[in-house]
DNA sequence: AGGTGTTCTAGTCCCTTAAAG
DNA sequence: TTCTTTAAGGGACTAGAACAC
């Protein structure tokens, strides 16, 4: 039987069994599009469709359970068998048998539609489209079961082509109020962005573009409940509010956003997407939670080929065909044409599930590579919504563009500088949920740009050219703001994008190494402003000449920023670590020196004359009322400064540094704030997995190691069967004094049955294994935080975690008894530190930026009272939650402290 | 604690300018 | 040269959230 569903029928149909809109649950259906009609010229009509036409409001629905896949069947359908036989289209099975991919296995071709024709040939059409829309459907391949493909909930046209005429046909559906099964709405409504179409110009309005307004003709969707079509929108699940950012806790059914390698993008739906095709599709829809496909239609007009280059390893291929006529009848997927021609291929070879994830702190320099931001942008950068055109690419202030370069690079061969925007508060560098990177063409883009999806995140990738010095000019970067209540809406994510506009550019480069091997560095930006107002009004500070003076103050300090006024002022505060205020200064301002853009500040006295010890408070210019600039770090040292010197650090850097543990192996801020001068557990951690490949037959080489790095390499098949596993490189070779994180995971590798994720830190002294979880606990995904002293090498084999895994480990620790002992490297510390004059000074191993000299009696402070800053892990429990914090903090102090530690960091 | 008015923010739209075809 | 198209970007409007009282 066929049948043919309009919007009226279905839901007819759905009440007549009693399966109420909220219910609908519908795995998969597929929407074809009459394969010979002329969709643009108004529809002929069409055979394989019986009588309808194909620019009528009628499609057939099919059903993918003739795909074999349960998650292809409308979950509703046990139920309610009347309708699942009602969809039971024949002649649409046919043809989806007909295109099945039997040969997919070769040579798999997957066809990115619709073509905008197909947007393009009225409302009713599209609301059709949506309606067919079912929530979470998932597409499985025969043959390839653990792929799915899920549509970009964020990527438009405007993002992946600079020609952003046809912005608007990017939707999404599942992220959108207006079709969320939660929202109550109609699902007939139409989803405004979806209503939004116009062909015009991006800056035309649909009043203004003829046949595509919605505003005119009144059809408004739920997103926006305004007499202004599409001017807020409203969360259907209501809106988090800023609060609920702050504190997480408050947000109903909040679960924490741990900082798993995988980060919170992935969410639990990760049933419905996998890396490798995902990825390949340029990644559209890959790890982006709640994105889903469009449908799966066939059309005459453009066509995009993706070829398994290495199906194993996650990695496509993605080519434009235009030439589809000849290879019609191949066995073909078709996916929605919303994503132009970018599909390309990545300058970097190295297959997606061999790097590190996004979220993974990764060092800018080695001691043979530093990648390093020769010019930085403008703090400030307007990023462009969806439905607006672009607003151009991120600039430098002096006018031109940033500038990034690779240090240290002796090959011959190009290699791919990866862009993508993360976050830029004190929290763990991620990619930005509510910002992706813009790639922008042009005559006046200089710089060719590639674009590809990495678990989620929407990632330029340029080259670095020998012949360029390794120097690239960042001039094809813009920044999309993607829509909060449709981020918000996302299953697992706990951000809110209200207020949280500020963004960095993060670079990364992977410089192969000999043996499949490479280093990955990375490298973040000043933070940028993106909001509109802010640019205007909000000061900014971007520069200060100093950053810390003696407790008594009377120094003069200059800020170099923008929006300074005779008016603003410069207030001093200390928080303390819940984030209570308690105290504050307003410093004095000679406003007969201080211009727009340059503040001439007296710093005041702290409030204790007599501590003894740094302190770290902020400061922040205000222009009035709610117009204060980010909070500025300032350190006051005491009148005594002992004998610590550190190098003056960029702060953005040293988040970045320093969330190591936090963010891999699931520790809390204190981690963070403690290593933030360099003495750096993380970092060693981290550092050793190079100094694994680099062997250390001396002991003391290790420390004149300046910088760690993440080398990683593409593991063996041996270990559990899982390519692009991450391994150390080279032989585990035990270092008798470094604890050695083993990370041994690959974030696009689902772990298979049996395996258990774990992360791994070893600690050699004692030839022991820990290794974190509880196989038998209910929990057992999450991986254990274990500070031991044990190694085995079998653990290099060890299966670890997904990155989803040991992100919900990360929020999970709290959960188990963690066990934390002295690190080795902290022991070698102090044994340096014991060493005689000449040795007792010793460079903190892990990062030249942070070279510091630490003098024994100010070792242990120096872990705990580093950074005084608020900490956001303490009150978030985004994170990992105060109790685990203040157990750390126990842990941390029994462990690096001495009985009298009165230690300082000046 | 709740109500009310004000302020702020997010998202969208309008408009101008410049460059290119 | 003129017209059209498009990208870029500044500005402003509005609903609703946040804040202040």
């Known amino acids: 039987m066929t049948t043919f569903y309009d919007q009226k029928d279905l839901e007819e149909d759905l009440s007549r069994v009693g399966c109420p809109d909220e219910d609908l649950d519908f795995e998969y259906l597929f929407e074809y ?69 039997i040969g997919l296995a070769l040579s798999p071709r997957i066809e990115i539609t619709p073509s905008r024709e197909h947007y393009s040939h009225g409302r009713e059409s599209l609301q059709n489209h949506q309606l067919n829309i079912s929530p979470r459907p998932t597409l499985t391949v025969p043959g390839y079961e653990n792929l799915a493909y899920r549509e970009p909930q964020c990527l438009s046209p405007a993002s992946s082509n600079s020609s952003t005429s046809w912005q608007s046909e990017n939707y999404s559906p599942w992220a959108s109020p207006c ?22 110009s991006p ?65 639990p739906g990760a049933q419905y997407t996998h890396g490798g095709l995902a990825d390949a599709t340029n990644g559209f829809g890959s790890g982006q939670p709640g994105l889903v496909p469009t449908k799966i239609v066939k059309t005459a007009n453009h066509l995009y080929t993706l070829y398994p280059e290495n199906h194993a390893e996650g990695n496509y291929l993605v080519s434009s065909d235009q030439d589809i006529k000849t290879k019609a009848a191949e066995p073909f997927f078709v996916i929605p044409q919303i994503w132009p021609k970018p599909l390309v291929s990545s300058i970097c070879s190295i297959p997606v599930a061999s790097l590190p994830p996004l979220e993974w702190p990764i060092p800018r320099r080695t001691d043979q590579y530093e990648l390093r931001i020769e010019v ?156 509109q107002r802010s640019a205007h009004e909000l000061p900014m500070v971007e520069k200060q000449d100093m950053d810390h003076c003696s407790v008594l103050g009377g120094q003069q300090m200059i800020l170099t920023g923008q ?20 105290w504050e200064m307003e410093a004095s301002v000679d406003k007969d020196k201080s211009q727009p853009n340059m503040l001439f500040v007296e710093v005041p006295a702290y409030r204790d004359t007599s501590v003894c010890q740094s302190v770290k408070v902020n400061f922040c210019v205000i222009n009035g009322k709610r117009k204060r600039s980010q ?31 936090p963010q891999i192996l699931g520790l809390s801020s204190h981690s963070y704030y403690h290593n933030q001068r360099g ?58 004094h470094c604890s050695v994180l083993v990370h041994t995971g690959c974030p696009a590798q689902p772990v298979g049955a049996g395996q258990h994720p774990s992360i791994i830190q070893f600690s050699p002294t004692n030839h022991q294994l820990v290794r974190a979880g509880d196989p038998q606990a209910p929990q057992q995904e999450s991986p254990q935080i274990i500070y031991s002293d044990g190694y085995s090498p079998q653990a290099t084999l060890t299966p670890s975690p997904t990155p989803p895994q040991a992100h919900a480990a990360a929020a999970q620790v709290q959960n188990y008894p963690t066990v934390i002992q002295q690190q080795p490297y902290l022991q070698k510390v102090q044994e340096k530190a014991h060493s005689p004059p000449g040795m007792g000074q010793m460079e903190a191993p892990g990062d030249g930026q942070r070279r510091v000299t630490v003098k024994e009696e100010n070792l242990d402070q120096a872990y705990l009272d580093d950074d005084p800053t608020p900490r956001p892990y303490l009150k978030s429990p985004d994170l990992l939650g105060a109790r685990l914090a203040r157990e750390e903090e126990k842990v941390w102090r029994s462990s690096s402290t001495g009985a009298n530690g009165t230690d300082r960091i000046g």
């Open 179 to 200: 079709v969320s099964p939660s929202s109550g709405q109609n699902p007939g409504d139409l989803c405004p962005r979806l209503q939004n179409i116009h062909t015009g």
């Open 563 to 582: 929006n300074f006024s005779s008016d603003s002022k410069v207030v001093f505060m200390e928080k303390t670590q819940d984030g209570q205020q308690i």
């Open 631 to 661: 909070p500025q770090h300032f350190t006051f040292t005491p009148l005594a400064v002992p004998s610590i010197k550190s190098e003056p650090l960029d702060e953005f850097e040293a988040d970045h540094m320093g969330f190591v543990i």
């Open 376 to 531: 930085q942008p403008k703090p400030h950068h307007r990023a462009h919504y969806e439905t607006e055109g672009s607003r151009g690419a991120v600039k430098a202030p002096t006018g031109g563009h940033p500038v990034v370069q690779l240090h240290g690079y002796r090959g011959k061969e190009p290699l791919g500088l990866q862009i993508f925007i993360g976050t830029a508060d004190e929290r763990i560098l991620k990619p930005h949920a509510f910002y992706q990177v813009h790639r922008i063409t042009g005559k006046t883009v200089t710089t060719t740009s590639f674009e590809k999806i990495i678990h989620g995140t929407k990632v330029l990738e340029i080259p670095l050219e020998p012949k360029n010095h390794m120097k690239a000019i960042i001039d094809c970067v813009g920044i999309l703001k993607l829509r909060n209540a449709d981020i918000e809406l996302r299953k697992g994510e706990t951000d809110v994008g209200r207020k949280n506009t500020r963004v960095r550019l993060v670079f990364r480069v992977h410089v192969p190494q000999p043996g499949e091997q490479h280093v990955s560095l990375q490298v973040a930006s000043h933070p940028i402003e993106c909001s």
């Open 679 to 736: 003495v750096l557990y993380p970092e060693n951690n981290m550092a050793s997995c190079q100094r694994l490949s680099s062997s250390l037959p001396n002991p003391d080489a290790r420390f004149q190691q300046q910088s760690p790095a993440i080398v990683y390499s593409r593991a063996g098949k041996s270990v559990g069967g899982s390519p692009g596993l991450y391994q150390p490189a080279g032989g585990m070779i035990p270092d008798p």
């Open 203 to 267: 800056r035309t309005s649909p009043g203004t573009s003829p046949g595509t307004g919605v505003a005119e003709d009144g059809c408004l969707g739920p997103r926006s409940p305004s007499s202004r079509p599409g001017s807020r929108s409203t969360s259907p699940q209501g809106k988090r509010t800023y609060d609920m950012y702050r504190n997480p806790a408050l947000i109903p059914g909040h679960r924490s956003r741990s900082p798993s390698p995988h980060g919170g993008r992935e969410h």
């Open 33 to 101: 599009e009459p394969p010979c009609s002329d969709v643009a010229g108004g529809g002929q009509d069409d055979p394989s469709l019986g009588s309808h036409k194909a620019s009528e409001p009628v499609f057939p629905l099919e059903d993918a359970s003739s795909y074999s896949h349960k998650a292809c069947r409308p979950s509703f359908a046990d139920q309610h068998p009347e309708v699942l036989a009602e969809y039971e289209n024949q002649e649409a099975r046919s043809y989806l048998e007909s295109t099945r991919p």
